[in-house]
Nanobody, 127 residues
Framework: QVQLQESGPGLVNPSQTLSLTCTVS??????????WSWIRQPPGRELEWIGN???????LYNSSLKNRTSIFMDTSKNQFTLRLNSATPEDTAVYYC???????????????????WGQGTQVTVSS
């Protein structure tokens, strides 16, 4: 049973970098079994896929966020991290890390498409 846990600041100043880490237990992020993803849900809106990370370190980002996003792994800690530069209040959301099997070149946006989810963490971008 894979478990995921998000961690990071709950409050970010505008123009600063939003950084969240997902700690994975019950499986290795380099095993190749799962695609590792970040998803967010702004208040009153639907889930928005942010990006995918493969066991090899390859990444795929939502085109609308691509210029500000990076996702990378720390294999020694079995973690992967999201960094979103130049944060604005529109980045305020509940952020989730998740894992799924399937095609890497797909940005999944439905809960049912993922095998495992973290509990989510609220991030507010405000001064």
């Amino acid at each position: 049973q894979v478990q995921l846990q998000e961690s990071g600041p709950g409050l970010v100043n505008p123009s600063q970098t939003l950084s969240l880490t997902c700690t994975v237990s019950g499986g290795s992020i380099t095993s190749g079994t799962y695609i590792w993803s970040w998803i967010r849900q702004p208040p009153g809106r639907e889930l928005e896929w942010i990006g995918n990370l493969a066991y090899s370190g390859s990444t795929l980002y939502n085109s609308s966020l691509k210029n500000r996003t990076s996702i990378f792994m720390d294999t020694s800690k079995n973690q992967f991290t999201l960094r979103l530069n130049s944060a604005t209040p529109e980045d305020t959301a509940v952020y989730y890390c998740a894992a799924r099997r399937g095609r890497f070149l797909v940005g999944a946006t439905k809960r049912s498409e993922y095998d495992y989810w973290g509990q989510g963490t609220q991030v507010t971008v405000s001064s």
